[in-house]
T-cell receptor, first 112, second 111 residues
């Protein structure tokens, strides 16, 4: 069964550093998303991406965040100048026409 | 923004018992989804509902899309220890729009 792959599974970074979280969506999906889940809380939408541009973003997705699809397979989330409160699980998801959402297993980001 | 109220927040049940959880919203959704999340993992889709009034089963799981499009429930029959986890409802306003998640129901099954 096709799956969404995320790397790394766990990333520890110092406050103020930049991190890049990587995702390989399902190959025939056209819509890509990043969600965040702070420990013990619900999953929150960050940003959606379609046709090589951001289609929607939440108020969480401020100038500190950016997304990119650098080639035909990868979809990345960059967090500049990380803060302690950025510590969370970050989930990538993809969907296609007539195809529901599929989530990756997540990247646990720990900012120290 | 849109919010989903999911209840109960947590449940402790005996193995073999049936479980019911639900989500309500003040907004209409065109799709309701139910996910299960195990520790350290991403949400895994259990059931997707696309039409108001739809009742769908997946093994011991049954979910319904409320007729008003503002609510959904998930039932688990004859619970087993591997049902332990956090169950999330999610609503999707339309098409490939972002999901709105409930806060989750933490299920514990006592053998």
């Amino acid at each position: 069964e096709p799956e969404v792959t995320q790397t790394p599974s766990h990333q520890v970074t110092q406050m103020g550093q930049e991190v890049i979280l990587r995702c390989v969506p399902i190959s025939n999906h056209l819509y890509f998303y990043w969600y965040r889940q702070i420990l013990g809380q619900k999953v929150e939408f960050l940003v959606s991406f379609y046709n090589n541009e951001i289609s929607e973003k939440s108020e969480i997705f401020d100038d500190q965040f950016s997304v990119e699809r650098p080639d035909g397979s990868n979809f990345t989330l960059k967090i500049r100048s990380t803060k302690l409160e950025d510590s969370a699980m970050y989930f990538c998801a993809s969907s296609g026409t007539g195809d529901g959402y599929t989530f990756g297993s997540g990247t646990r980001l720990t900012v120290v | 923004g849109q919010q989903l109220n999911q209840s109960p927040q947590s449940m402790f049940i005996q193995e073999g018992e049936d479980v019911s959880m639900n989500c309500t919203s003040s907004s209409i959704f065109n799709t309701w989804l139910w996910y299960k999340q195990d520790p350290g993992e991403g949400p895994v889709l259990l059931i997707a509902l696309y039409k108001a009034g739809e009742l769908t089963s997946n093994g011991r799981l049954t979910a319904q899309f409320g007729i008003t499009r503002k609510d959904s429930f998930l039932n688990i029959s004859a619970s087993i220890p591997s049902d332990v986890g956090i169950y999330f409802c999610a609503g999707q306003p339309s098409g490939n729009t972002p999901l709105v998640f409930g806060k989750g129901t933490r299920l514990s099954v006592i053998a």
